[in-house]
């Protein structure tokens, strides 16, 4: 019935940046994973889409998502895991993009702009934005997009790009006012709306999700980051997407069913899932 558009369980299992190198799951991991999966599955959950950050976790979330019918893999580099290799490891990607198929990827990312933290390269970050956003293209895929205090950078780049007839994807996490909202869904993208919804001083977001069509709002967890307010300092699960989909139902006065519905079909629609899931 729900959709997590966005999670990590490679995370999950291994923590952030702990491999230096691919290394298959190992039997407790798997173990782990299966709880994972399937404790979402039990909470109205019928898809789950594992995101890369890097090549290493690119490659773990396709070994997920073979291990499990209804999950699915986006593979890409996260602008703040760019490095001076970051070429090199995206031919990687783009080898792994070429067995789509074979491989369960979906879309392309997380990628984007960041320029949140100190000592960004803004340079290498639009060149490789623009490398996934390519990639996504050639292969009619769609786009995970990261965008933190960068919105005009952003925006900048996509507008390059808008006008294919196939540029299409998710503004993961969505975090910028209505003004960019509106020109998000210009763009052919949707919104990606996690447990952020849920926090006290979120109230710009709550009025951008109740305002804008409900087709042009999908649901993620972003697990194990951002869980809802009732579970903050917790690890986040995907699990915890029927927490969203309720609290957009609330907040929209509408039904459960129809937020789940809804997203759902934009879901499949964005990704070609209809015939892929189960």
């Not at 291994?14 to 039990?42: C, H, M």
């Not at 070429?98 to 803004?122: A, F, P, V, W």
């Not at 490398?131 to 780049?157: G, M, Q, V, W, Y």
């Not at 929209?252 to 997203?263: F, I, K």
Request: with cysteine; glycine share 4%; proline share 3%.
């Amino acid at each position: 019935m729900l959709i997590d558009t966005h999670c990590h369980i490679n995370i999950m299992l291994r923590g952030y940046k702990t491999k230096s190198a691919y290394t298959k799951l190992t039997p407790e991991e798997i173990i782990q994973a299966n709880a994972i999966v399937q404790q979402a599955f039990d909470n109205d959950t019928t898809c789950i889409i594992n995101v890369g950050t890097d090549l290493i976790e690119s490659t773990t979330c396709v070994e997920i998502a073979q291990m499990y019918e209804n999950c699915f893999a986006i593979v890409g580099i996260h602008p703040n895991d760019l490095t001076d290799s970051w070429k090199d490891e995206f031919a990687h990607i783009q080898s792994l993009v070429k067995n789509s198929h074979e491989n369960k990827i979906i879309g392309i990312g997380e990628c984007g702009i960041d320029m949140h933290y100190e000592g960004y390269n803004l340079a290498r970050q639009q060149d490789a934005f623009k490398a996934h956003i390519e990639l996504a293209l050639e292969h009619n895929l769609a786009l995970s997009i990261h965008s933190r205090d960068a919105a005009e950078e952003t925006f900048k780049i996509i507008d390059e790009y808008a006008k294919e007839s196939n540029f299409k994807g998710i503004m993961h996490c969505y975090a910028y006012d209505q003004g960019y909202a509106q020109q998000a869904i210009d763009f052919n993208l949707v919104l990606g709306i996690g447990a952020t919804l849920t926090y006290p001083k979120n109230e710009v977001l709550r009025s951008i999700v109740k305002s804008v069509q409900l087709e042009q709002i999908v649901l993620e967890t972003d697990a194990p980051f951002l869980p809802p307010q009732i579970m903050r300092g917790k690890q986040n699960s995907p699990a915890n997407i029927k927490i969203v989909a309720e609290y957009i139902a609330q907040l929209r006065q509408t039904s459960y069913e129809n937020v789940a519905n809804t997203t759902t079909t934009t879901v499949k629609k964005l990704f070609n899932l209809s015939q892929k899931l189960a």
